[in-house]
């Protein structure tokens, strides 16, 4: 049967409710600009009526209503968004290493400069030019192992640069796989502890806000595939391999690749199983069709270190190559001034040891500029011979000259940068885009926060101002009733 005391506990129960939907409020209002949060609210069901049919139920006018309860805490999040962001926050990290490593590059090479391999090409043709005017002025020929060894030197130095540049990205890649790995545990440890929670009935609204960014910062790094069981706990792989299991994770590791020892290839802690990083990952360096399925942070420096680079330091072995082998099989056969013949000009086996040969640097006389010792000291038609070699097309299967193939490599690492620049800044836009619309549904707005608050206050004032009405009415009953008279 209802009765009096039943008003009070209605009023203590809409009190306990306001009370917890206030301190959500707070929560909110506290946490408007932490990043990842996910606004909350009390989820506000009536109480269970009284009463089931019985013979004790008050029949008159059926069951009476107990009041409000709170159902649940109710998170605001999207997660196809947080998907959708995901996939894009990796596309974009990945552009955005290559972007950052094309431009280091285009530093590399330094055009266009005057110190650059272009200027000093160009000078070290011109001195064979004047060389084949003059070729018994010791000046002229001081002058061409000047430019010669300038040229070298730019050539081997900026070899260097790339070579360095690739060591760095190496090491990147440690450092990328050291970072997944802390992300992994966490997210494991994390799984652990809402797995705990949601399976007593509660909602682990804060630790799955927390999950989440940690997800997302891992999308930024590795491309993976995220799946929810029943318990709430995320199931995290790689490649089809698990990365993330309940409470597990799975490490991965760097190790020197046995088919090139001076990098590091990325396989799983466990197997020593080379990892699927988004792609395939081969020994010796990707394969040709990662570059379009590899993204993230760790994606985009595999494709820095094992393609954009070594194109770029193969592009200059050819060159060097190419200038090493026809300048000295015109000067080997000419003749220097003291009647020397057969050495070579430049020596080294490619960019990185490209050099001038010691034994010419260190006399001008042993500059074959003559193509026959007969006609020595004023024959210059070995130089002139040289000289051409600045508008043979020796390049591309003879499609290109020297100079035309390495303008044409600039030309092309130009592009490629600013593609990068591009999709950085396309991908940017896509990923701000998705996060102002998770924002739109997960944001803590303060107007929204106050307004509610006053709500739960009103309430919660009125049912105060009930549980007085009702504890005036039980005094009544139990102090005053049967009084009168007395």
């Given at each position: 049967m209802y009765t009096t005391f039943g008003s009070l506990n209605t009023?203590?129960?809409?009190?306990?409710?306001?009370?917890?939907?206030?301190?959500?409020?707070?929560?909110?209002?506290?946490?408007?600009?932490?990043?990842?949060?996910?606004?909350?609210?009390?989820?506000?069901?009536?109480?269970?009526?009284?009463?089931?049919?019985?013979?004790?139920?008050?029949?008159?006018?059926?069951?009476?209503?107990?009041?409000?309860?709170?159902?649940?805490?109710?998170?605001?999040?999207?997660?196809?968004?947080?998907?959708?962001?995901?996939?894009?926050?990796?596309?974009?990290?990945?552009?955005?290493?290559?972007?950052?490593?094309?431009?280091?590059?285009?530093?590399?090479?330094?055009?266009?400069?005057?110190?650059?391999?272009?200027?000093?090409?160009?000078?070290?043709?011109?001195?064979?030019?004047?060389?084949?005017?003059?070729?018994?002025?010791?000046?002229?020929?001081?002058?061409?192992?000047?430019?010669?060894?300038?040229?070298?030197?730019?050539?081997?130095?900026?070899?260097?640069?790339?070579?360095?540049?690739?060591?760095?990205?190496?090491?990147?890649?440690?450092?990328?796989?050291?970072?997944?790995?802390?992300?992994?545990?966490?997210?494991?440890?994390?799984?652990?502890?809402?797995?705990?929670?949601?399976?007593?009935?509660?909602?682990?609204?804060?630790?799955?806000?927390?999950?989440?960014?940690?997800?997302?910062?891992?999308?930024?790094?590795?491309?993976?595939?995220?799946?929810?069981?029943?318990s709430g706990t995320v199931m995290v792989s790689l490649g089809g391999k698990l990365l993330v299991m309940d409470h597990v994770a799975t490490q991965l590791r760097v190790e020197a690749d046995p088919a090139n020892g001076t990098l590091n290839r990325v396989v799983w802690a466990d197997t020593g199983q080379i990892a699927q990083v988004g792609g395939v990952q081969l020994a010796g360096g990707l394969s040709a069709v990662a570059p379009d399925r590899l993204g993230g942070k760790l994606g985009g420096t595999l494709i820095a270190r094992d393609m954009i680079v070594p194109g770029q330091m193969n592009r200059l072995d050819q060159i060097a190559n190419t200038l090493r082998t026809q300048v000295n099989t015109l000067h080997s056969a000419g003749f220097g001034l003291d009647g020397s013949t057969g050495l070579n000009f430049f020596t080294g086996t490619g960019a990185q040891d490209f050099a001038v040969n010691s034994v010419v640097l260190a006399d001008t006389n042993k500059v074959a500029a003559a193509a026959d010792a007969a006609s020595l000291p004023g024959d210059g038609s070995n130089a002139l011979a040289i000289a051409r070699l600045a508008t043979t097309k020796l390049m591309n299967g003879g499609t290109a000259t020297i100079d035309q193939y390495y303008r044409s490599g600039i030309a092309e690492l130009g592009q490629q940068a600013r593609q990068a620049v591009l999709m950085t800044e396309n991908q940017d836009l896509l990923v701000q885009h998705l996060e102002e619309r998770q924002e739109q549904i997960a944001g803590v707005s303060l107007d929204e926060e106050t307004t509610r608050m006053l709500q739960y206050q009103h309430t919660y004032q009125a049912a105060a101002r009930v549980m007085t009405t009702v504890d005036g009415m039980i005094d009544t009953i139990i102090n005053k009733m049967g009084l009168v008279g007395r």
């Open positions: 009023a203590l129960q809409t009190l306990h409710s306001m009370q917890q939907s206030i301190q959500t409020s707070s929560h909110n209002v506290a946490n408007a600009n932490t990043p990842g949060y996910s606004r909350q609210s009390t989820v506000l069901v009536a109480g269970h009526p009284y009463s089931v049919p019985a013979m004790n139920r008050y029949a008159p006018f059926g069951q009476v209503g107990t009041g409000v309860v709170v159902d649940r805490m109710k998170r605001f999040r999207d997660s196809y968004l947080d998907t959708q962001i995901r996939q894009e926050t990796l596309a974009r990290d990945g552009w955005e290493v290559r972007r950052d490593v094309l431009q280091q590059a285009e530093v590399v090479w330094n055009e266009p400069s005057e110190t650059a391999i272009n200027s000093q090409m160009s000078q070290f043709w011109t001195s064979w030019q004047n060389m084949a005017t003059t070729p018994a002025e010791t000046g002229t020929r001081t002058n061409l192992l000047a430019d010669a060894d300038a040229l070298a030197t730019t050539i081997t130095d900026t070899y260097r640069q790339l070579k360095d540049l690739r060591t760095e990205l190496d090491a990147q890649v440690g450092r990328h796989v050291g970072s997944i790995n802390t992300l992994a545990s966490q997210i494991a440890s994390i799984n652990e502890r809402i797995r705990d929670v949601e399976g007593v009935g509660q909602q682990a609204n804060d630790l799955r806000d927390q999950r989440d960014q940690l997800l997302t910062e891992l999308s930024g790094y590795i491309n993976v595939d995220i799946h929810e069981g029943e």
